[in-house]
């Protein structure tokens, strides 16, 4: 079945930086759409990233851009979500998903399959 992980979560100070990973098992993700997803302590899971299959064009919101880079590994069968000059608004629970389609969807609803989740502390 599908499968997704993600890892590289970790304690972070602010301005630090990280990569976060998300593996996948009986899909080639070069194919897929993989987005990236986060959820702070008492708020709504909101979409941060997207890179498209194939194509591989990427999508931020808006209070990421500039610090966040996502990208694909097709020898690996790994998407990356480099995390730089993190703020503390960056501690949450980082998921990757894919909804088995070449384009990026409009909503987090779209996406099928989800991993785990990996957590993302930044403090001093």
């Known amino acids: 079945q599908v499968q997704l992980v993600e890892s590289g979560g970790g304690l972070v100070q602010p301005g630090g930086s990280l990569r976060l990973s998300c593996a996948a098992s009986?899909?080639?993700?070069?194919?897929?759409?993989i987005g990236w997803f986060r959820q702070a302590p008492g708020k709504e899971r909101e979409g941060v990233s997207c890179?498209?299959?194939?194509?591989?064009?990427?999508y931020y919101t808006d209070s990421v851009k500039g610090r966040f880079t996502i990208s694909r590994d097709t020898v690996k069968n790994t998407v990356y979500l480099q995390i730089n000059n993190v703020k503390s608004e960056d501690t949450a629970v980082y998921y990757c998903?894919?909804?088995?389609?070449?384009?990026?969807?409009?909503?987090?609803?779209?996406?099928?399959?989800w991993g785990q989740g990996t957590q993302v502390t930044v403090s001093s």
């Open positions: 998903a894919t909804d088995l389609e070449r384009l990026c969807p409009d909503s987090e609803r779209d996406y099928d399959y």
């Open positions: 009986a899909i080639t993700l070069d194919y897929y759409a």
């Open positions: 890179i498209s299959g194939t194509d591989g064009i990427t």
